[in-house]
């Protein structure tokens, strides 16, 4: 399954905005910061996962879903919510705690949740893959249209939650799709230290599902194998299990020195960075330079948009604090 | 016995959950109850009897023993529009599955700026008093009345039973209905007589948040739920034949807690007993003490006291469990001593 021209770019054009939000993000951040690096202070506190590098996996799968179907993000989950299309100024408002963000200030970073394109987070390793069958059966249930997607890491392949999600989309035929963001590293304990497989795809077999291995971060590669997989959750023929290989460019979290890196890892993952590489490949596809940049050049404006939006919104009054924990 | 007029039906409180399910089941095509052994087999504890032979399978769901899994499921549908009751079987099982509950099902309308609601039921057993031993006999009331985000009830008789069960799953939030396997009304486990009572056929909901005096007194308040109400209702009995004068408020809700009902009732009666089958510390038992000395503590004649289980994991033996257990003789040398 290929994409289409407009697919390409649509592709490319939200791993630009996702890449420059987080290039503005991770500026701001350490406003308030220096000298010493406190992650309490400035107007971005608390923890920050970037998911720079990442982006190839958000888009190939979310191109293929529309507003009503469902996905379930990580603690590193920009670029989902941003390829998901998740409203970006109240995405940016949230993680700088303003009133007009997605929950006011109450959720954060971690925990970005836009009902309008039914986007859900959860900061727990692995938890996103239960509510996603849940979505699923719901649809199921409803005999609505819809499939649901369960973002995670490869290190929360070996979580139970993950291997009890599995079970029961493998059982109960749901129509979701696992896609594992294998950029090699739980923090700081490699892959290869933390689980017994080499490859987690080769799991799907327990539970009676296809497995798919993606190597090389590739946007197309991941755009054809994820259409084939949600293609089949639409049809109901039940779920699909889908790792691929891609590239962490930042620490586990703003402040990380990384030193548990090998030497030359962070420079070999830079020179795959995938956005020149889907930039060049586009060219030999035949798109114009000029409209790439043209294309870049919105995708910046939106971002600076939505930070500036952030930057200028009021706090919420402190007693807010108190509000939404019941509906 | 004595005959019961023929337009009064007594029901176990599990024949009235599974009344209160089946109504709403019948009412909203988005509710559905899944867990361990709640479709054939009618629910461990009878619950979900005669769900699956009038629903079916889609509805009346088995789920594999994957706690995790299936209450993090719940959460995800009931966020995309369906009202899911699930079943955690013995709450003592939470230890496997506490991040669906706490971190998800009972955060997410938060993380949400109100703006996403979570519309289900958890519904779980508590209790001991039979010798199942420590990981399956505890209450754990206050852990979960502790963590913000979800509603907690426990009904202490089937009237109730059916009531909150309707209003817990017409409720927009979460919650978790804890039903002590004491007052279940089982073929296989002995049943606190008082506890299955007359129950109307016809729809209606018992409000979540309001606790009922269900025995007028002056002289002391007892207060509890659950097997906790009849153990207190046992030992206004006995204090009644010494002229003492018990006031008994079954909470009935523990989130949100009607403070205000035990207020009034300790405002009036000057003194104050807590009956809890939780533990001792850090609980129910504490919280409802708190309440009341926060509001006025020139309103108590005497220091309060708690019957609570002492903190120690539940023993098997049987001699061992009842020395734990609060029970109304308990309660009457509480009083004594005040």
Redesign the interface.
């Known amino acids: 399954m290929q994409p289409t021209k407009e697919q390409s770019l649509w592709m490319y054009e939200n791993m630009v905005v996702s890449r420059r939000f987080e290039e503005a993000i991770e500026k701001i951040y350490l406003e308030g910061k220096t000298p010493a690096f406190n992650m309490a202070n400035g107007p971005i506190p608390g923890e920050m996962h970037l998911s720079n590098g990442q982006e190839p996996v958000a888009v190939g799968v979310c191109a293929h879903l529309d507003a009503d179907d ?1 996905v ?1 993000a990580t603690h590193r989950p920009h670029h989902q919510a941003i390829a998901k299309g998740v409203d970006l100024k109240k995405m940016a408002a949230e993680i700088f705690g303003k009133s007009t ?4 200030g ?2 954060g970073h971690m ?1 970005l ?1 836009d ?1 309008a394109v ?1 986007f ?3 900061g ?1 390793i692995g ?1 996103s ?11 199921k ?2 005999n609505k249209p819809g499939v ?1 997607v369960a973002f995670l890491g490869e290190g929360a392949a070996n979580q ?2 993950f291997h ?2 599995l ?2 989309a493998g ?1 109960w035929t749901l129509p979701v799709v696992f896609v594992i963001e294998d950029n090699s590293w739980g923090i700081s304990v490699p892959k290869s230290e933390s689980t017994a497989v080499a490859r987690n795809d080769v799991r799907a077999a327990g539970y009676c599902m296809p497995g798919h291995y993606i190597p090389g971060n590739d946007p197309h590669a991941i755009f054809d194998i994820a259409g084939q997989a949600i293609a089949r959750a639409r049809e109901g023929n039940g779920p699909t299990l889908i790792e691929v290989e891609t590239y962490r460019l930042a620490g586990h979290f703003m402040g990380d020195a990384e030193q548990y890196r090998p030497e030359g890892e962070k420079d070999a993952l830079f020179a795959k960075d995938p956005i020149p590489r889907m930039r060049e490949r586009l060219v030999a596809d035949g798109h114009a330079a000029k409209d790439l940049d043209a294309l870049e050049d919105r995708a910046e404006a939106r971002v600076a948009e939505a930070i500036a939006y952030a930057r200028n919104s009021e706090y919420a009054p402190d007693s807010d604090a108190l ?5 | 016995m004595l005959d019961q007029p023929t337009n009064e039906r007594r029901l176990t409180i599990a024949r009235a959950m599974a009344e209160a399910m089946q109504q709403e089941m019948s009412r909203d095509p988005t509710v559905f109850v899944m867990g361990e052994d709640i479709a054939g087999f009618g629910g461990i504890f009878g619950n979900t009897r005669g769900l699956f032979e009038e629903f079916g399978k889609e509805r009346v769901r088995d789920t594999p023993i994957s706690e995790t899994g299936f209450i993090s499921a719940a959460v995800g549908a009931a966020m995309d529009g369906m009202r899911p009751v699930v079943e955690l079987m013995f709450v003592d099982f939470f230890g496997v599955c506490f991040d669906a509950i706490y971190n998800q099902m009972a955060k997410n309308t938060y993380f949400a700026g109100g703006n996403a609601s979570v519309p289900m039921v958890l519904m779980t057993s508590t209790g001991g008093g039979y010798s199942d031993a420590g990981q399956h006999s505890q209450c754990l009331y206050g852990t979960f009345a502790h963590l913000p985000g979800m509603k907690v009830v426990s009904p202490s008789n089937a009237y109730d039973a059916k009531g909150l069960m309707t209003a817990a799953i017409r409720d927009d939030n979460p919650v978790v209905y804890m039903f002590h396997k004491g007052l279940q009304g089982m073929g296989w486990l002995g049943t606190e007589a008082g506890a299955t009572v007359n129950t109307p056929e016809e729809d209606y909901t018992v409000e979540i948040g309001k606790a009922k005096v269900v025995r007028a007194g002056t002289d002391v308040t007892l207060v509890g739920l659950a097997m906790g109400v009849h153990n207190a209702l046992k030992a206004a009995d006995k204090l009644a034949e010494d002229g003492v004068s018990a006031e008994v408020v079954d909470l009935v809700s523990l989130v949100p807690l009607d403070r205000e009902t035990v207020i009034n009732s300790v405002a009036k009666t000057g003194r104050l007993i807590v009956v809890d089958e939780d533990y001792h510390s850090y609980g129910v038992s504490g919280e409802i003490i708190a309440t009341v000395t926060e509001h006025d503590i020139s309103k108590l004649k005497a220091s309060p006291a708690r019957i609570t289980f002492p903190d120690v994991p539940i023993p098997y033996a049987k001699h061992m469990e009842q020395f734990c257990l609060p029970n109304p003789d308990k309660i009457v040398a509480a009083y004594r001593k005040m």
């Open positions: 469902i379930t963000g997605l929950s006011g109450r959720g925990h949740f009902p039914n859900a987070c959860s727990i938890e893959c239960g509510p996603a069958c849940g979505a699923a059966l719901s649809r249930m409803q649901a139970g939650a009890e999600a079970n029961l059982s509000t939404a924990v019941y509906v």
